[in-house]
């Protein structure tokens, strides 16, 4: 992932949902059984059970009768000396933990994006007349009726993580199923994107570690995508020599005299139309290369992206206008330099990262860096101290990336 400049401030919708837990063993007991393995696990005998309740004492007998034929309470003398065997401790540990959470009604947030449960804590809820309308207000994207379902989405585990379920072992907890009611209005929550995937770094210009936090070239059906719009540019190195800038409107001139009779020329002249074919040569080799202007990363061929086309897809999020525009001043030109065999030591490394469009490469740098040239640096011939370079964009691109919206949310 990579770590945006400033992050895109978007409202996600959530709806508000109510928690309750269910168990499959206690669903095959009625009410009544779950009520005397409750009391009696709780200390009370059939004497305190007859009081406590309006029911006859056949019906109760009948009923702690059928609890002992099925395992759940011991057979002894007299009732009020039976008491839970182990499978109905278990059961009785169960109903505990589950009237326990109930009780509470637990309320929570769906992620309408994700489809994932979340913490309601002390999240700001907007009703939609009081989202920004300068902001992104992203779509909402569940199937509500699948949250009529037992265990939708990532219930279980938000559960299980967020809630105390005591000394429930995990063959007690893969008994206990989750459901939720949820609110029919929809609210907003406020939420920055800080980052965003990056691509393969095969053919980059820099030796970086590969994101592998998710696979691109893999769709999941269960998964809920954003498409996110960005610029791409495919730029150029042009060169050119500063000091022929005030004789280009002449050099057609000599060219034509050069070649009728070469003496009719200076020498200066000649000196300036060789400088204009070094110039052509180096113009003339391939010098392209791609540039993300979210990253700063650059390219020598256009990068493993999981782009889709624009024209097939809604757009959820433009990225900021300063990832949207020509922000090519982001280049480091030296070590695009580098990579196209230009020798590097000529390159002035005080300046590597404050280049402005055009820059000179081997120029005057007394004066441009304020500083003596190194030694070695003197040595380069009179012809190639004013070479200069520009950045030109070839191609620009309004792509889209899809996105798994688990990555931001």
């Not at 669903?27 to 004497?47: C, K, N, P, T, V």
């Not at 005591?166 to 893969?174: A, M, N, R, S």
């Amino acid at each position: 992932m990579f770590g945006l400049r400033e992050p895109v401030n978007v409202y996600v919708p959530v709806l508000k949902a109510q928690l309750s837990v269910v168990s499959n063993k206690l669903d095959e007991l009625s009410r009544f059984s779950q009520f005397i393995l409750y009391a009696i696990g709780s200390g009370e005998d059939y004497d305190e059970i007859l009081k406590v309740t309006q029911l006859g004492s056949i019906v109760i007998e009948e009923e702690m009768l059928y609890l002992m034929k099925i395992g759940l309470l011991t057979h002894e003398e007299s009732l009020n000396l039976t008491s839970l065997t182990k499978h109905g401790q278990e059961l009785f540990e169960i109903i505990v933990k589950v009237d326990a959470f109930n009780t509470r009604k637990e309320v929570v947030l769906i992620n309408c994006l994700t489809g994932d449960l979340e913490a309601l804590n002390n999240n700001e809820l907007l009703n939609p007349n009081e989202i920004d309308p300068n902001l992104v207000s992203l779509k909402e994207k569940i199937i509500r009726e699948l949250y009529q379902n037992q265990d939708p989405f990532n219930s279980r585990e938000f559960v299980f993580e967020q809630y105390q379920f005591g000394v429930l072992d995990e063959e007690k907890k893969e008994d206990i199923h989750v459901e939720i009611r949820y609110g029919q209005d929809l609210f907003y929550l406020k939420r920055g994107i800080k980052n965003v995937p990056i691509p393969d770094y095969q053919e980059a210009f820099f030796q970086l570690e590969p994101d592998t936090s998710f696979d691109f070239t893999k769709t999941d059906e269960e998964q809920t995508y954003l498409f996110i719009e960005r610029d791409f540019y495919k730029l150029n190195l042009s060169f050119s020599y500063n000091s022929l800038l005030k004789y280009r409107s002449v050099l057609s001139t000599l060219n034509r005299l050069q070649g009728f009779e070469s003496d009719l020329i200076s020498k200066k002249a000649a000196n300036l139309l060789s400088l204009e074919k070094k110039e052509q040569e180096l113009n003339q080799q391939d010098h392209s290369f791609y540039y993300d202007p979210v990253t700063g990363y650059c390219y020598l061929d256009c990068p493993n992206y999981p782009y889709v086309t624009k024209k097939t897809n809604t757009i959820d999020i433009k990225l900021p206008e300063s990832y949207r525009s020509n922000q090519i001043s982001g280049v480091d030109i030296f070590k695009v330099m580098g990579k196209f065999g230009h020798e590097e030591e000529k390159f002035p490394s005080s300046k590597r990262n404050n280049w402005t469009r055009i820059h000179p490469i081997f120029g005057d740098f007394d004066q441009i860096l304020g500083r003596s040239l190194n030694k070695e640096k003197k040595n380069v011939e009179q012809t190639e101290k004013d070479l200069m370079v520009e950045v030109k964009v070839l191609e620009s691109h309004k792509v889209v990336q899809k996105v798994p919206a688990t990555v931001f949310f």
